[in-house]
């Protein structure tokens, strides 16, 4: 917390609910790793707290280790906790430390002919042969392809807050492009049925030419949560850019399907995960900053000419920091451009199948998924030494090589067993205390119930709710707008009108809606469909007219609030009684 921050009576409040159902976890697991974090959340040590690791090799049993490691996991990423530190500042450090490591690599890279790694194979061997396999999988690169793909992102842009995130504002205004993607930007918005025809006639007053865009100088670098300790450092593109960012990271993530990568599925790389933790075969590894470690030199190497043409012309060279400072990247792309996910997943699965064939270890399974990869434990140190020569660097508290424990994707598995923990995320309040809640239920399922351990904590947790969400009303996997609980707990009521199933009253947020009309909401209600069913700007003046004539009219989300819905449970699944036999045994 900032030192003149003076937080409101609920705050406190619901602070205090968190150290209440903290200390109340700690006594429940009570090992000597649950001790230790009760003492410090006694004396106040929060930086202590949320610094807490546990090692997988000290033990033996699933059950052992998932305690200590809820305890050590639960609230690392809570935000309120006063550490002492300036979140922001914590990450524009890294941010500037990633900017000098892509400097060290840039000048590397542009001077092949590096020593050979300890496998014998050589840096320019690998790079060529990444680049080699880079150029198969793509091919040709087309705009027409990446067509398919233009769209928005869900969030912010340059000129735009996330409050007004919606497509109908993007429409409405001024799109905004960097000044080397201002050619493209202007063909885009001529192309899309409507949307040039709309600035051309609404816009004119607007002095901007012939040109239909306004010019931004780069992206706009900001912060968002991450854990206690640190924020994450994200760049907000310029609205054209993203757009076009978007379609050639659509068509990249098209084309590593075509080898097993498939970046809309995170459940491979989990199941791979267990399989690693099951018999150690495979390792799973986690980059630190990946997103603002590949650097420019480095996607000039590996990527085709077409492709590389294409990338360097939507992505922003230069980024604006909050204080208002100019930077020149070093990285060739940062979080929040449109195709850099798709384009370090396309690196990381280069440089290891690169590594596996040098090697000859081809055969055995790999899974991407941005920086999350899994090899096999042959691969793994090849691989690591490589990712360091590319100016990668290994998240060590997230790599794991050997042992019984494995981590992808928010999975994590101890010999085969799920042991992820689950964490406080977001200053408490109702909707927050009933996610815990159902979390802390579905966190304590062993087999077939619950451990009883809990059952102190989750009335506690319970006792919090207003009295007409504390009885569990839902099963599993309808959300968490109420408690879940079997069918013998929650006794719901027959769906009615003839329909199969039950009838569970659920608090779910529901947006308020703000009316909108005209050329903007016509777009962002057509987004999507394809070309052929539009007509083109000429057509569509004829029909609409510029002086007015048929003007689409409807709403669109603003704020959101929570409201009491009813909604219609097919099936009931029941989560099991509330004690396991070994619970009752020893509550006996």
Known sequence: MRPDFRPSKASRRWFNTVQSLSGSIFEAVGSPVALSQSVRLKNRDYLGLVSCSVDPMGYTSAADFAGDYLVSEIFSKFPSWDLGVDRAEVALAKFADSERSCLETNRRLRSPGGLPFKTGITPDAVIFTAAAKIRWLLGDFSWNEAERYFGFGPGATFALSRRRSDPFYKFSGIPEATRECAILGDCLVRAVPGWGYHLRTNLSSESLGDSLIALAPGNRITTVPKNAKTDRCIAIEPLLNMFAQKGIGGVIRQRLRRVGVDLNNQVPNQDLARVGALTGEYATIDLASASDSVSSELVYRLLPSDWFAALELCRSRVGILPSGEKIYYQKFSSMGNGYTFELESLIFWALISSVQSLLGL????????????????????????????????????????????????????????????????????????????????????????????????YKEAVSMLPYKLRRPKIPDGFGDGALIGDFDECTPSRAPRGWEGFRVAVRLPVSTYVKADGWPYLLRTLLGVPERVLSRDAELGKIFGSEGGLSPTGSIPSAESYKVCKVLVPQWVDFGPWLTTRAQTLSS
């Open 362 to 457: 081809v055969g055995s399974e790999v899974r991407v998924y941005g920086d999350d990869l899994i090899v096999s434990t042959a691969t793994a140190l090849p691989l690591i030494e490589v990712l360091s020569y590319c100016g990668f660097s290994v998240n060590a508290k997230k790599t794991f090589l050997t042992g019984p424990f494995r981590e992808s994707c928010g999975k994590h598995y101890f010999l085969g067993e799920d042991v992820t923990p689950f964490y406080v995320r977001e200053d408490m309040n109702v909707a927050q205390l009933l996610l815990f809640c159902n979390n802390l239920r579905r966190w304590a399922r062993l087999s077939y119930g619950l451990d009883g351990r809990f059952l102190s904590v």
